[in-house]
C-alpha cells in the first residue's frame, strides 16, 4: 500500500463513527438511511446462498456488480442494465448504492435472485468483507464512482472493475490532480473507462485512466414511461393555460424564481423573450399568463419547497393529493419520486434545474427524449456537452439568468407553433444521440465472457 493510500485508510477507519452517526441523522427526515447500516461497514447478516438463490441459467455463475450511488446513476444503470439482461439472459444483478433514493430507484430493477446492498465504505476492510461475501465477477462504477480501497481491493482479487458512462468535470480534475498519489493510482488501477464526451476522456487519460471508448451518454437510451408520459399530456391538454416547469430545482433556485412570479412576469420583458423566439411578434402584446408547475430534486425538500411558496401567499396543490385532475392552484408540486415522464408530459417547456445557481445542471436529456424543450441557465458544467449539443440542435435555448429564463420560457409556452417546433426538435435531439448502452453492454462481455470461459475451462 503506497504511503498516501495508507493515510487515506487511517482516516476512513477513524471516520467510521462520525458516519454511523451522520447517518442516524440523516434516518430522522430520510428513513432510507436508517436502514441496513451494518452493510456499510461490510457485515451482512444473512448467509450467501439465503441472499442468492441458485439459478441454473446464469451464464456466469457469479454477479455482475453495478455501483450507482445515487439517483441520476440509477436511472443510467437501469438503461446499461436493461443492455445487460437482452445480451446476457439470466445474469444475476449486484446492485449498491450510497443514498437512499438511489437505492429505492434501485429496488425497481431487481429480479428474483438479485440482491442490493449499500457500497461498503472505504476501508480495507469493509471492502475485503463486501467482496468475499459477493465474489462479484465484474464490477461496473457508474459515472464518477472511483474509490482508492476499493479499486484496490477489486485488483488485488482479480475483479476486472469499470467505470461507465464516466465523466470528469474540470473542477474534479484539478481537484484529483492535488491528489495525485492517492487518485492517479486508483485511476490508472481500473480496468477499462468508456467516457461520454472526447473532453471527458481526454480529462480521464490526464489523470491515469485506461479510457477505451467514448460511447456517449447512456441517459439519451432512455425510454420515458409510455403511461406516465400519456397521462402528463392527457392533464396538459386538459390544462387551461400552458404549462412551464422549474424541472430538478435545487437550494436556492425556487426563491430565485419566486422573486421573479412575485414581480408578475413584466409584460416588456415577455415581449421582448417572444421577439427572440419570432421576430414577426416584436411589440405583440402576449396575452394570459402560464401555470407553474415546480418539481424539486431531492425529495427531503418537497415540505421546505411547499412552506416557501405558502409564506409567499401562493396557493399549492401537491402531486400527492391530485385524484383526477391537477387541482387549481397558483403553483403545482411535484412532490413524488419517479414521474419525471409524467411531469415532462405535462409541461410545455422546463427551466432546468441546477443551471441558475452554480451547480452544474441536471441531466437535459430525459426531457429531450419527453419532447419537452429545455431553458438552461448559465451553470451546466456537469452536462456541458449535452448542453452545448442541445443547444446546437434547437432543443435548448441559454440565458443569462433566470428572469430571462422565465421570460423565454413563457413566451415559448405561449407560443403554440414555436413551442411544437421546439418539442420536436427536442425529439429528435434525444433519437439522435442514442446507442451508449448497447455499445457499452458490448463492452462490457468482452471483459467478463472471456474469464468465465477461462475459469470454466480450468474447473472442468
Same mark, same amino acid.
Given at each position: 500500500?503506497?504511503?498516501?493510500?495508507?493515510?487515506?485508510?487511517?482516516?476512513?477507519?477513524?471516520?467510521?463513527?462520525?458516519?454511523?452517526?451522520?447517518?442516524?441523522?440523516?434516518?430522522?427526515?430520510?428513513?432510507?438511511?436508517?436502514?441496513?447500516?451494518?452493510?456499510?461497514?461490510?457485515?451482512?447478516?444473512?448467509?450467501? &446462498?439465503?441472499?442468492?438463490?441458485?439459478?441454473?441459467?446464469?451464464?456466469?455463475?457469479?454477479?455482475?456488480?453495478?455501483?450507482?450511488?445515487?439517483?441520476?446513476?440509477?436511472?443510467?444503470?437501469?438503461?446499461?442494465?436493461?443492455?445487460?439482461?437482452?445480451?446476457?439472459?439470466?445474469?444475476?444483478?449486484?446492485?449498491?448504492?450510497?443514498?437512499?433514493?438511489?437505492?429505492?430507484?434501485?429496488?425497481?430493477?431487481?429480479?428474483?435472485?438479485?440482491?442490493?446492498?449499500?457500497?461498503?465504505?472505504?476501508?480495507?476492510?469493509?471492502?475485503?468483507?463486501?467482496?468475499?461475501?459477493?465474489?462479484?465477477?465484474?464490477?461496473?462504477?457508474?459515472?464518477?464512482?472511483?474509490?482508492?480501497?476499493?479499486?484496490?481491493?477489486?485488483?488485488?482479487?482479480?475483479?476486472?472493475?469499470?467505470?461507465?458512462?464516466?465523466?470528469?468535470?474540470?473542477?474534479?480534475?484539478?481537484?484529483?490532480?492535488?491528489?495525485?498519489?492517492?487518485?492517479?493510482?486508483?485511476?490508472?488501477?481500473?480496468?477499462?473507462?468508456?467516457?461520454?464526451?472526447? &473532453?471527458?476522456?481526454?480529462?480521464?487519460?490526464?489523470?491515469?485512466?485506461?479510457?477505451?471508448?467514448?460511447?456517449?451518454?447512456?441517459?439519451?437510451?432512455?425510454?420515458?414511461?409510455?403511461?406516465?408520459?400519456?397521462?402528463?399530456?392527457?392533464?396538459?391538454?386538459?390544462?387551461?393555460?400552458?404549462?412551464?416547469?422549474?424541472?430538478?430545482?435545487?437550494?436556492?433556485?425556487?426563491?430565485?424564481?419566486?422573486?421573479?412570479?412575485?414581480?408578475?412576469?413584466?409584460?416588456?420583458?415577455?415581449?421582448?423573450?417572444?421577439?427572440?423566439?419570432?421576430?414577426?411578434?416584436?411589440?405583440?402584446?402576449?396575452?394570459?399568463?402560464?401555470?407553474?408547475?415546480?418539481?424539486?430534486?431531492?425529495?427531503?425538500?418537497?415540505?421546505?419547497?411547499?412552506?416557501?411558496?405558502?409564506?409567499?401567499?401562493?396557493?399549492?396543490?401537491?402531486?400527492?393529493?391530485?385524484?383526477?385532475?391537477?387541482?387549481?392552484?397558483?403553483?403545482?408540486?411535484? &412532490?413524488?419520486?419517479?414521474?419525471?415522464?409524467?411531469?415532462?408530459?405535462?409541461?410545455?417547456?422546463?427551466?432546468?434545474?441546477?443551471?441558475?445557481?452554480?451547480?452544474?445542471?441536471?441531466?437535459?436529456?430525459?426531457?429531450?427524449?419527453?419532447?419537452?424543450?429545455?431553458?438552461?441557465?448559465?451553470?451546466?458544467?456537469?452536462?456541458?456537452?449535452?448542453?452545448?449539443?442541445?443547444?446546437?440542435?434547437?432543443?435548448?435555448?441559454?440565458?443569462?439568468?433566470?428572469?430571462?429564463?422565465?421570460?423565454?420560457?413563457?413566451?415559448?409556452?405561449?407560443?403554440?407553433?414555436?413551442?411544437?417546433?421546439?418539442?420536436?426538435?427536442?425529439?429528435?435531439?434525444?433519437?439522435?444521440?442514442?446507442?451508449?448502452?448497447?455499445?457499452?453492454?458490448?463492452?462490457?462481455?468482452?471483459?467478463?465472457?472471456?474469464?468465465?470461459?477461462?475459469?470454466?475451462?480450468?474447473?472442468?
Amino acid at each position: 500500500m503506497n504511503p498516501a493510500r495508507a493515510l487515506y485508510s487511517v482516516v476512513t477507519w477513524g471516520a467510521q463513527p462520525l458516519l454511523r452517526r451522520k447517518l442516524r441523522r440523516r434516518a430522522v427526515a430520510e428513513p432510507g438511511y436508517g436502514l441496513a447500516i451494518g452493510e456499510r461497514f461490510g457485515q451482512y447478516p444473512a448467509p450467501i &446462498d439465503s441472499l442468492m438463490p441458485h439459478s441454473s441459467s446464469d451464464p456466469l455463475g457469479r454477479f455482475v456488480w453495478i455501483h450507482a450511488v445515487s439517483l441520476g446513476e440509477t436511472r443510467a444503470a437501469a438503461i446499461l442494465l436493461a443492455a445487460l439482461r437482452e445480451q446476457l439472459p439470466g445474469m444475476r444483478l449486484l446492485l449498491t448504492h450510497g443514498t437512499a433514493t438511489g437505492r429505492a430507484e434501485g429496488e425497481k430493477l431487481l429480479l428474483p435472485g438479485d440482491v442490493q446492498v449499500w457500497q461498503p465504505w472505504d476501508t480495507p476492510g469493509a471492502v475485503a468483507r463486501f467482496l468475499r461475501k459477493f465474489r462479484p465477477a465484474i464490477g461496473v462504477l457508474m459515472e464518477t464512482e472511483v474509490w482508492p480501497n476499493l479499486v484496490a481491493g477489486c485488483r488485488r482479487r482479480g475483479v476486472p472493475l469499470v467505470l461507465a458512462n464516466a465523466r470528469l468535470n474540470a473542477k474534479s480534475l484539478r481537484n484529483a490532480q492535488r491528489l495525485a498519489a492517492l487518485a492517479r493510482p486508483a485511476y490508472g488501477a481500473l480496468t477499462a473507462v468508456w467516457a461520454q464526451t472526447d &473532453d471527458d476522456a481526454d480529462r480521464l487519460r490526464a489523470i491515469g485512466a485506461q479510457v477505451r471508448g467514448v460511447f456517449g451518454n447512456l441517459k439519451f437510451d432512455v425510454v420515458p414511461d409510455a403511461r406516465q408520459l400519456a397521462q402528463g399530456r392527457a392533464w396538459r391538454d386538459q390544462a387551461t393555460r400552458p404549462v412551464v416547469m422549474l424541472a430538478s430545482s435545487r437550494e436556492g433556485e425556487e426563491a430565485l424564481w419566486l422573486e421573479i412570479f412575485k414581480q408578475k412576469r413584466p409584460p416588456a420583458l415577455i415581449q421582448k423573450a417572444q421577439g427572440a423566439i419570432n421576430s414577426e411578434a416584436n411589440g405583440a402584446q402576449v396575452a394570459g399568463g402560464v401555470q407553474w408547475l415546480i418539481v424539486p430534486r431531492h425529495p427531503q425538500r418537497f415540505d421546505e419547497v411547499h412552506q416557501l411558496l405558502l409564506r409567499a401567499g401562493l396557493t399549492v396543490s401537491r402531486r400527492s393529493t391530485w385524484a383526477g385532475v391537477p387541482e387549481a392552484a397558483d403553483v403545482w408540486l411535484g &412532490d413524488s419520486l419517479g414521474e419525471m415522464a409524467l411531469y415532462y408530459g405535462l409541461a410545455h417547456v422546463a427551466l432546468l434545474g441546477g443551471s441558475f445557481a452554480p451547480l452544474g445542471g441536471q441531466n437535459l436529456i430525459e426531457a429531450a427524449a419527453c419532447g419537452c424543450p429545455v431553458v438552461l441557465g448559465p451553470h451546466t458544467f456537469n452536462f456541458a456537452e449535452a448542453a452545448e449539443l442541445a443547444c446546437s440542435a434547437g432543443a435548448a435555448q441559454r440565458v443569462p439568468d433566470i428572469g430571462a429564463g422565465v421570460a423565454h420560457a413563457t413566451a415559448l409556452a405561449l407560443d403554440s407553433s414555436q413551442q411544437r417546433a421546439a418539442s420536436e426538435r427536442a425529439g429528435r435531439f434525444a433519437t439522435e444521440h442514442r446507442g451508449g448502452a448497447e455499445a457499452t453492454a458490448r463492452a462490457i462481455l468482452e471483459i467478463v465472457l472471456p474469464r468465465a470461459a477461462g475459469a470454466a475451462a480450468l474447473a472442468g
